[in-house]
């Protein structure tokens, strides 16, 4: 005999419950229109350390932590990023990062050449600066090429710092950069312990955001004390054995410059510069003037100097990339060549 309605109870129905709640997921994220704008200056084991209203009378440091919504987002120095939560600087607090706000530029590389996993060093930066030792240690131009590579894709202006110029007249080696028209200044230690030259660097540094790259022990460190008074990073010594430097700085800093005329950021010394994330077609667009000869190319080209048929030869030969011309294809087929070279430890 079936059961009349009026005897049936909660017990007679099965309901599978819902793990996630009750509550249906939105996929609405806040906006965060009230975030303030940050400066990030270095990161620090998941802590970020950012400045607001920088130069301002409301100046004030801000420890932050990433919000859950930005998943995997890369913020790295020179980042401005948006904060809310407690934004009062005070020991103790922790803002949250909701937003990265659009960059003008991203300098990043690669562990090695055939490894395309992008690692970002900084962001908004609006010059390289690419410290080399004319000795002690030995200058290795590879190095230089790379970031020369990255820069240029990055759309970075580059300039050399040519440190240690007491040891080794530098003329030799800045001949190899002249057709790329690569800006340099040429500093070194005095008797006094000033670095001589470095007026020259301060001045290529006012009023931007610029980057330091170079190998340990080459004194990026020495000129970063010379330019920020009571910056204080330590100075390391060259290695004996190896003939390279020792890292002295472990993560990259933005440091503000004297009379807040800019910002230059810091960052380890590096052994390998790989650019397994940038591509030979993006190298010949940064020589824009060879670019548009090599529309002549047969298609597949590699513009090596092997290369049966390629126009880049002619067209140099003819003058029609100026008398830079042969200089500026050797540089590009060099730069080309440590592009497609895996080997980023010998560069």
Not at 53 to 61: I, K, Q, V
Not at 64 to 90: F, H, Q
Request: charged residues 30%; glycine residues 10%.
């Amino acid at each position: 005999m079936s059961r009349r309605i009026r005897d049936l109870d909660e017990s007679d129905v099965r309901i599978r419950p819902n793990r996630r709640g009750s509550r249906p997921r939105t996929k609405i994220r806040p906006r965060h229109e009230d975030a303030e704008d940050a400066f990030v200056t270095a990161v620090d084991r998941g802590r970020w350390r950012t400045v607001i209203g920088s130069g301002t009378d409301d100046e004030r440091l801000v420890t932050a932590m990433r919000a859950r919504e930005l998943g995997r987002t890369p913020i790295v120095p020179g980042d401005v990023v948006g904060l809310v939560g407690d934004t009062s600087g005070r020991d103790g607090t922790l803002a949250r990062i909701v937003k990265v706000q659009k960059r003008s530029s991203f300098l990043r590389r690669s562990a090695d050449d055939d490894d395309a996993t992008e690692r970002p060093l900084v962001a908004n930066t609006d010059l390289m600066v690419i410290v080399t030792a004319l000795a002690d240690p030995e200058p290795r131009g590879g190095m230089i090429d790379r970031c020369l590579v990255a820069a240029w894709v990055a759309g970075i202006p580059a300039l050399l710092c040519l440190t240690k110029s007491d040891l080794r007249d530098p003329e030799d080696f800045l001949s190899q950069y002249a057709p790329l028209g690569v800006e340099h200044v040429v500093t070194h230690l005095d008797e006094a312990g000033e670095v001589s030259g470095i007026e020259q660097l301060a001045s290529h540094l006012q009023g931007r955001t610029s980057v330091l790259i170079g190998h340990s022990g080459v004194g990026k460190s020495t000129l970063l004390n010379s330019l920020v008074p009571g910056a204080d990073r330590a100075t390391g010594s060259v290695n004996d054995v190896t003939g390279r430097g020792r890292h002295t700085s472990s993560s990259a800093l933005a440091l503000r410059l004297p009379d807040d005329s800019g910002w230059v950021i810091d960052t380890p010394g590096v052994r390998s510069f790989g650019l397994g994330h940038v591509s030979p077609e993006e190298l010949l667009e940064a020589f824009t003037d060879l670019a548009l000869l090599a529309e002549q190319c047969p298609r597949d080209c590699s513009h090596a100097a092997d290369a049966p048929d390629c126009a880049l030869d002619g067209a140099v030969e003819r003058g029609e990339a100026g008398p830079a011309g042969p200089e500026r294809l050797a540089s590009y087929r060099r730069l080309d060549e440590a592009l497609r070279r895996n080997d980023p430890w010998e560069a």
